[in-house]
């Protein structure tokens, strides 16, 4: 039972972190219809520079502020200089460019930063609370709950209560009539990257203390986990993204724990067919009249 | 309800509009003086929806000019409603994953958008309608729906494209009454004659893009031209 309860806790944290990153993977989807391949190459940038401050000013605080905007910059970045330029008529098109930023992204970290793993600390112990013999949460996993729970909120009411997230939904949905109504839809496009750069990156800052440290491909098996969260969740659907997030987490958390730790890609492949054969659209696709 | 001196000229100058070998618009001339009710008719196909295309950025015209209360003026779509120039789609266009009052919200200008796009949605008869979802909607209420995401803005020139498409008599007679009411410069777009007779204050006929008559109602329902135009040559 005390394995139960440390393991879900421990798969319920992890989970938020893919919820975050497949939020930031649906938050492109909805804007632009590509699949950002490069988040997570994006979000380790950005822990580099999270690594890089911290280490200048020993303020793990300074460098968690500097990779969110980092991850806002490198947004901006890469859909006003990048992604803007290439033809969609094709999703394809889309997915082999962020492909080639991932080379390009973990190219230069590996001449600038070197490939190792560089060690870079959790600001809470990751020491479990013990309640009645039963291994609970960390201070640390309590750090990311709160979070990620805030993001959530914060994204939610941006989208559901201000003119802005009105307006960024118009532009997502239906793009030459939300300039009718004056809408500006690159801009509104620009916004949807850095925001989804910025939530990546969050993810990649909390995720990458807790596993062997700072390298150019540390966010690739979490990319991995995330996307699968993001597609089990519908790629269409924020909810779905945190939902899909938990429960691949969860699973991977029971996986490596009752069975062996080398099954668990093949439990999150086994849970991709499963839902997909039930539900091609994901579990809280709406509809399926938008295809890319 | 706009002042006189809010409202715009709108001109256009001998614009022409190609597609491949496609004339769509024939050096079509045609000046909106403010506060007026200008119809724009004519057969499928005469360029009707490229008209309005090019005034909203949508097309880029071949040759050809446009003013804008006597300036020179490069339309761009997400510029028109700061400029003051709303319009309806003949293919409704909302957002089906937004409610009805999200969808008018879009369009608002202002600090205070949920109340206005309420009023909005009010004075077009569908405020009951708010928190739905337009999809689910019959086409006539989608219609009016569409209209009040015009008239949020409080635009000074008011484009309809088709807007009695779909509705039956009464209908048409409220959305005649509402463009009268309306007190800003307004371009109508529509097939069905009677509203067009009705509430314009001038009409641009179109066929194959040229422009076959310019004039009052009465003018345009006694030109030969336009008749053939409808009708055929043997009319």
């Known amino acids: ?292 | 309800m706009s002042t006189d001196s809010q409202l715009k000229e709108l001109a256009l100058h001998d614009i022409t509009v190609r597609f491949g070998g496609l004339t769509a618009l024939d050096s079509v001339s045609l000046r909106v003086a403010p506060g007026r009710i200008v119809g724009v008719i004519g057969p499928n196909g005469a360029g009707k929806t490229t008209l309005f295309n090019v005034i909203c950025g949508f097309v880029q015209p071949t040759s050809g000019s446009l003013t804008l209360d006597g300036s020179p003026w490069r339309p761009r779509p997400h510029h028109l409603s700061r400029l003051g120039i709303a319009r309806t789609l003949q293919g409704v266009g909302q957002f089906s994953g937004m409610t009805v009052l999200e969808n008018v919200m879009v369009g608002a200008r202002h600090r205070h958008a949920e109340s206005e796009a309420l009023a909005a949605l009010d004075r077009c008869g569908v405020a009951r309608y708010a928190d739905a979802h337009p999809g689910a909607l019959p086409y006539a209420i989608r219609k009016r729906i569409e209209l009040a995401r015009a008239l949020v803005a409080k635009p000074r020139i008011l484009m309809l494209d088709e807007p009695a498409g779909g509705l039956d008599a009464d209908e048409i007679a409220w959305l005649g009454a509402l463009i009268k009411e309306t007190g800003t410069t307004v371009l109508l777009v529509e097939h069905h004659m009677d509203l067009v007779m009705s509430v314009c204050d001038e009409i641009l006929v179109l066929d194959f893009g040229k422009s076959i008559a310019l004039g009052s109602p009465a003018e345009i329902s006694a030109n030969p031209k336009v008749t053939e135009a409808y009708l055929g040559a043997a009319a």
Do not use: C
């Open chain 1, 1 to 292: 039972m005390s394995e139960f309860v440390y393991l879900t806790f421990d798969g319920l944290s992890r989970g938020l972190v893919y919820a975050a990153f497949a939020l930031a993977l649906v938050l492109i989807w909805r804007a632009a219809r590509i699949v950002n391949f490069a988040q997570g190459a994006m979000a380790v940038s950005a822990v580099y520079v999270a690594y890089s401050v911290t280490n200048a000013t020993g303020s793990y605080w300074l460098g968690f502020g500097a990779a969110l905007l980092a991850g806002l910059a490198l947004g901006v970045i890469v859909e006003r200089v990048v992604m803007r330029f290439v033809d969609h008529s094709s999703p394809l098109n889309g997915v082999v460019v962020a492909l080639g930023l991932v080379l390009i992204f973990q190219g230069v970290l590996g001449i600038v930063y070197g490939n190792e793993f560089l060690p870079f600390e959790t600001p809470f112990s990751r020491d479990a609370f013990v309640v009645g013999g039963v291994a609970m949460l960390s201070r640390y996993d309590l750090f990311v709950f709160g979070t990620v729970g805030a993001v959530v909120i914060a994204l939610t009411l941006l989208f559901t209560r201000t003119a802005v997230g009105l307006r960024m939904r118009a532009a997502a949905f239906a793009p030459d009539v939300s300039r009718l109504l004056g809408v500006s839809v690159g801009g509104m496009l620009t916004l949807g990257w850095a925001l989804a750069a910025a939530v990546g990156s969050l993810a990649g800052i909390l995720v990458v203390p807790t596993e062997l440290g700072v390298h150019p491909t540390a966010m690739d098996v979490v990319f991995v986990s995330a996307f699968a969260a993001a597609v089990v969740g519908g790629l269409d659907s924020p909810i779905g993204a945190v939902v899909g997030g938990l429960i691949v987490g969860v699973l991977l958390s029971y996986v490596s724990g009752y069975i062996d730790v080398t099954v668990a890609p093949m439990a999150v492949l086994a849970l991709l067919v499963v839902v997909l054969l039930g539900r091609p659209g994901g579990l809280f696709s709406s509809s399926k009249a938008r295809v890319a």
